[in-house]
Every structure is written in C-alpha cells, then in structure tokens.
C-alpha cells in the first residue's frame, strides 16, 4: 500500500472512529470530558501483550490505568498476575477493595499513615510489597510500625540503567543501587533486620521500555535510541544474572520484576526474569505510537464539545488541556485525534477551560459536536474525570469509576 493509501485509509478510521464513539455516548448525560476506553482494543492489547511475553508473567501496572475496573479486567486475563502499584496508599485500597492480594509497590514509600495500617495487618502486609533502595526507607518503616509482629514483605529496587565510560548512565533516575555488592550490602541488612523478608527485586529499564524507536522523520535519532536498547539489554542479561546469584545466598526471591509495555518481548527472553510489568500496553498512549516492538491500538479517549467558532477554519472546544508528566514539550500535549484533520494553535495550545483547534478538519465541525483526544501518558487522562465509559461498537457497555470517582486520590 502506498503512503498516500495508508494515509487516507487512517484518515477514514478516525472518521468512524469519531461517529461511533460519539454515538455510543450520545444518549448519556454529557459532562465534561466524556472519557470512554474502547473494550475490543483493550482486549486485543491485553491479548498482544501475552503473546509477546511468551508465557512470562505479567504484572499490571496500575499507575497506567487508575481505573478499579480495568485492572480486574486485566487481571482476568490469562497471562497477567498482581499488580504493580505506585503507592502504599493504592495498594492498601486495591487490597481492601479486593482487586488483588499481590501489589508490589513500584517506589519507595516515607507515607507512616499508611505504613501504620500495613503493619496492622497481618493480611495486608501479606498481600503488599515495598519498595526500598536504601537502608533509610527500612528505618521509616520501623518509626511507623503499629505492632513489631507484622512482618514486612520488602523488594530491592536496582538500577537497570545503560553504564558507560566516565560515569556514564542513560535511564530513569531511580535507585543507587547501580552494582552487586551494593545490591549484596542492602540484602544483609534487609535479612538480618527482625520484621522484615526479602521476596524480591524490580529492574526497570525505562530507557528501553518507554522510548519510542520508530518516530517517522527521525532517521538517525530513532537508529542511536535502538543502538541504546541494544546495549541495555546486552548489560541487563549479565547483570540480572549477578544480581540474582548474589542474592540466592542471602534469601528465596518470589519474583524477579523487569521491563514494561515497549520491552515485553525482550525483557520477557532473560531468563533471569520472572514476570514482566505492564500497563500502558493496554491502552496505548500516544507515546506509545511509533515502537518497532508491536502496533498501536489506541484504547483510551477523551471527547470535548464544540462550544465556539471564532472564525471559519477554527473551532473551539471546551477544556482539553490534559497535559503529562515528564519534560515539558509538544509530546505531552493532548492529541485532537478523532474526526482528523485537527491541530493545536502554537499559540494557546491546549487550555484548561477552552481549546482552539485549526486544521482542514475545523471547518466541518458544529457547536455540540465532540471531538476526540488522546492523552499522551496512560492512566493520567483518567484524573480529569471520575467516570469512564467502557464502549464496544457503537454501545456503552458499562460506566465505571475511576480512582477520583471512587473518591482516591493517589498522590
């Protein structure tokens, strides 16, 4: 096919994509947003995501969903186990609320409300995995203990960063623990401390698994971020093998956690790992878009009304800045994606309260119509709303909360 076909048959998708998920939302109440998760891409994500795991456990990430119900549903899924929290105070709740009795707390926690309620229950200590990568997140938890009894299920966070010559490390900014006898002398203290059992570690190498490798235009850019994934995973093999050597002296590892959704397939071959984690896969973020790894089925959606034309060749939506983290730049903004043919204006860009849009694309719409976004990070769309619609076809399947509309707040 052509590159002018492919275009124009892309074109055309996000035409029925926009009637259909307009439609299956029209005869709802119309608050602002109208976020809707497309059931038949989440599952076929869900699907895609198993079989490149090729029987390697998949942990979801939860931090890429915020939605109780789309984590069940995940779960439900053959080929995914546990959950990947990111906070004590969501694990603590996705126990209490039955979700799962198996969260791994993907960072370190300093909250003692919450490590109060851990380490006054037997059952959710038993069900809930924290993070640490230094001896001073053990000394919080014991300043915070409710009863020395409880013991407390611990993980070691280390680095799986690319290092090079001179001190050189291309990766997430996450834990210290960067070499084996760092990792061998954080396991000693952790084994030796009454209340406390070592069950396992995580890797998370953010340079591999949250870098899009196949942006179009970006020839020799897109060529080093693949020389970079090469190398990584080169140094996670021998690395993961020490780490895990060094600690089967010292305790009996439950898991061994690595990867995410842009990495499943190659993380999933070391066999020093034991599960791999798994969210924004599921939902496909426009970050997400353009990795050699798998192809994209975007999920998730955000519908904004029409409510100005200010001028022919411009319309304007009410609301739509939904921002993401991370360095700022045009990559975090929201992508007007369904009907086509719509862009931001360099100028205001995407607004809290109203959202110009010029392109082709403008001058068809009409005050009330709903134009479609795409959030550029997974999960984060989600608290702007408190309610998600689950569509398949051109029907509301089911309307269910998310962490905000169950009244969380997960900071």
Do not use: C
Not at 344 to 372: H, K, N, S, Y
């Amino acid at each position: 096919m052509s590159t002018r076909s492919a275009r124009v048959d892309e074109q055309a998708e996000r035409h029925r994509l926009a009637f259909r998920l307009s439609a299956a939302v029209a005869p709802l109440p119309a608050p602002t947003p109208t976020a809707v998760v497309d059931l038949d891409a989440f599952d076929a994500n869900a699907a895609d995501l198993v079989a490149r795991a090729a029987g390697t456990p998949l942990r979801v990430a939860s931090k890429s969903l915020r939605v109780p119900e789309l984590v069940r549903r995940a779960l439900a899924t053959p080929g995914f186990a546990g959950v990947l929290g990111y906070t004590l105070a969501e694990a603590l709740w996705l126990h209490r609320e039955g979700v799962s009795d198996d969260v791994v707390v993907a960072y370190p926690t300093v909250d003692t409300a919450a490590l109060r309620e851990l380490t006054a229950s037997r059952s959710a200590a038993a069900a809930v995995t924290l993070m640490v990568d230094d001896v001073a997140h053990l000394d919080v938890v014991d300043a915070a203990r409710s009863s020395s009894e409880v013991p407390v299920r611990v993980a070691l966070d280390v680095d799986a960063g690319l290092h090079g010559p001179g001190g050189l490390h291309v990766g997430p900014q996450r834990s210290p623990l960067r070499d084996v006898e760092a990792v061998r002398t954080l396991a000693r203290a952790v084994v030796a401390r009454p209340g406390f059992r070592l069950v396992g570690v995580m890797t998370y190498e953010g340079q591999v698994a949250g870098v899009a490798d196949a942006v179009p235009g970006r020839g020799p850019r897109m060529a080093a971020v693949r020389r970079i994934k090469q190398a990584s995973l080169g140094q996670l093999v021998e690395r993961r093998a020490a780490v895990a050597a060094a600690l089967a002296e010292l305790a009996d590892l439950e898991f061994f956690n690595a990867g995410g959704s842009g990495s499943v397939a190659d993380t999933a071959a070391d066999p020093t790992v034991t599960e791999v984690a798994a969210g924004s896969g599921l939902l496909v973020p426009g970050l997400f878009d353009h990795y050699r790894s798998f192809t994209p089925r975007p999920a998730a959606y955000v519908g904004v009304p029409v409510t100005r034309l200010p001028r022919f060749g411009t319309a304007t939506v009410h609301g739509g800045g939904y921002a993401a983290s991370g360095a700022a730049g045009p990559d975090r903004s929201p992508q007007p994606w369904a009907p086509p043919g719509l862009r931001l204006t360099g100028l205001e860009g995407a607004g809290e309260v109203q959202t110009p849009l010029v392109g082709p694309g403008a001058a068809a719409l009409r005050i009330g119509d709903l134009v479609w976004f795409r959030h550029a990070k997974s999960g984060e769309l989600f608290e702007h709303t408190d309610r998600v619609h689950l569509v398949r076809g051109h029907a509301v399947e089911d309307t269910v909360p998310t962490y905000r509309g169950a009244g969380q707040a997960f900071g």
